[in-house]
């Protein structure tokens, strides 16, 4: 079996291939639940619904089937902004996924952790 070299975290520590280092364990327990964060069944139901009436990724050129609906400008808790439609997109996974990290900082950008 193969080994895969160790990662660098953005804190600067070395973590073995598949592990989060101990910033982003105490992140992840500090983040609220998805349902607290508004990604309950009202939400679910609003996707569905939104995701009906826009199928299409809002890429520029891309013409895949959307999947996410993503908010345009992060909301940041701000449940007024978070159920602005109008800050609402259609976009593929790959899109969405693409915007996310260069927002959060994938790619080689870093993010600091705590």
């Not at 607290?36 to 139901?45: D, M």
Request: aromatic share 8%; hydrophobic share 35%; charged share 25%.
């Amino acid at each position: 079996m193969m080994l895969r070299a160790p990662r660098i975290c953005p804190c600067g520590h070395k973590v073995a291939y598949g592990e989060a280092c101990a910033c982003q364990r105490r992140a992840a327990r500090a983040r609220p639940s998805a349902a607290k964060r508004g990604y309950g069944s009202k939400w679910r139901a609003a996707r569905e619904e939104y995701l009906a009436a826009h199928p299409i990724c809002a890429t520029p050129e891309c013409g895949a089937a959307a999947t996410v609906v993503d908010h345009v400008k992060p909301h940041k808790g701000d449940m007024a902004l978070f159920w602005h439609r109008p800050n609402w997109q259609p976009l593929c996974a790959t899109c969405h996924n693409r915007k996310t990290a260069r927002r959060d900082g994938a790619f080689g950008r870093t993010v600091k952790c705590d």
